[in-house]
């Protein structure tokens, strides 16, 4: 069974600083996907990486792929109240997807 | 853009009752998902299917079921629903490539009372 790690479960912070959220697995993945979830939503994509040591950036946040493609960090510079929500990572492999149990965020403002 | 959606944001059923839940997506995907979401849980995975009349059990397939017909539309059904499948219930449809990117459609929440 394939699982991810994600830490820590719970962050709240306040407006402007700085945040890491990473995604753990002992297994490699040929993809890894990073969605965010607000309350009552169905989980929205923010980015599909699928290169060992890939970083993508989306305007402040940035998504970096572990070399050995096991492992995957999510930065966001200057937090806003509207970055709050649960962020979650998955992992694909053979047609499937392995999800972590997620980051709750929240930005105070 | 990928468009998911799902037949019933909030659904209301008693003990017993079959249940139906709808998914469409309009992008011509292959693979569909079922997922249930609780808290503390994360997301399992109740069913998926590769192709049309294709299905897989996911994780925790228990007490359901489900139909895909047309490629487009993949139903998740609860034969008689119990108290401990009141969930929130996420479709999700992808392509099939090499990196498993799925789209959710804006989940269900159902209460069986």
């Known amino acids: 069974t394939q699982l991810l790690e994600q830490s820590p479960q719970f962050l709240s912070i306040q407006e402007g600083e700085n945040l890491t959220v990473y995604c753990n697995s002992s297994s490699v993945f040929s993809s890894l996907q990073w969605y965010r979830q607000e309350p009552g939503e169905g989980p929205v994509l923010l980015v599909t990486?699928?290169?060992?040591?890939e970083v993508k950036k989306l305007k402040r946040l940035t998504f970096q792929f572990g070399d050995a493609r096991k492992d995957s960090s999510l930065h966001i510079t200057a937090a806003q109240p509207g970055d709050t929500g649960l962020y979650l990572c998955a992992g694909g492999n053979a047609g499937k997807s392995t999800f972590g149990d997620g980051t709750t965020l929240t930005v105070k403002p | 853009d990928v468009k998911v959606t799902q037949s019933s944001r909030y659904l209301v059923k008693r003990t017993g009752e079959k249940v139906f839940l709808e998914c469409v997506q309009d992008?011509?995907?292959?693979?569909m998902f079922w997922y249930r979401q609780d808290p503390g849980l994360g997301l399992r995975l109740i069913y998926f299917s590769y192709d049309v009349k294709m299905k897989e059990k996911g994780d925790i397939p228990e007490g359901y079921s489900v139909s895909r017909e047309k490629k487009e539309r993949f139903s998740l059904i609860l034969e008689s629903a119990s108290t401990n499948q009141t969930s929130m219930y996420l479709c999700a449809s992808s392509i099939t490539q090499r990196w498993q990117t799925q789209y959710f459609g804006p989940g269900t929440r159902l209460l069986v009372l």
């Open positions: 990486v699928v290169t060992g040591g």
């Open positions: 992008m011509d995907h292959e693979n």
